[in-house]
């Protein structure tokens, strides 16, 4: 059964915003579900311990479910900075391969990008090669997606 690209990119994007560790997104290959696996601590803080969202006991059959995957299992973190630095900024490349040779990159890298004013740039260009990675990542894994 497809499921709606909307769907599956809208839940990449939350769970990436919330962090690893604190919550997942499996996918029902057969119904096109998404199933939340929210962390405890996290759930709890939230006032989320809903039994109605419960993980089916079979989730871990990678036959039937299959987890999304993170940011950086899609190449979309520091490759995907460097190649727009690569490509929209030449003249600060070696600066911003230097940014992420360390820790605390993406504070430093969004403020250059506010600098050389290329924010909304940076935003359009990530936003594509989410969309590009994710449905690559949904046509490897065999999900029939729909729009």
């Known amino acids: ?7 599956v990119l809208d839940a990449f994007q939350s769970a990436d915003m919330r962090g690893a560790g604190e919550q997942c997104v499996y996918l029902c290959r ?3 579900k ?5 962390d405890q601590s996290y759930s709890a803080l939230l006032g989320e311990e809903d ?14 479910y299959v987890q999304l995957p993170g940011r950086r299992e899609l190449g979309l973190g520091k ?3 460097l190649d727009f630095a690569r490509e929209f900024l030449p003249g600060d490349f070696d600066y911003v391969r230097q940014i ?18 290329v924010r909304d740039g940076w935003h359009a260009f990530q936003a594509q090669a989410e969309e590009r990675a ?4 949904c046509e490897s894994n065999e999900i029939e997606v729909g729009d």
């Open 100 to 117: 992420f040779s360390k820790r605390g990159a993406y504070p430093r890298f969004h403020d250059l990008l506010i600098r050389r004013n």
């Open 30 to 32: 057969q119904s096109g």
């Open 134 to 137: 994710l449905r690559e990542w």
């Open 79 to 81: 490759p995907l900075a």
């Open 1 to 7: 059964m497809p499921v709606k690209f909307k769907d």
């Open 34 to 38: 998404l199933h939340w696996d929210l």
């Open 51 to 64: 039994e109605e969202d419960e993980l089916p006991e079979d989730i871990d059959d990678e036959e039937k």
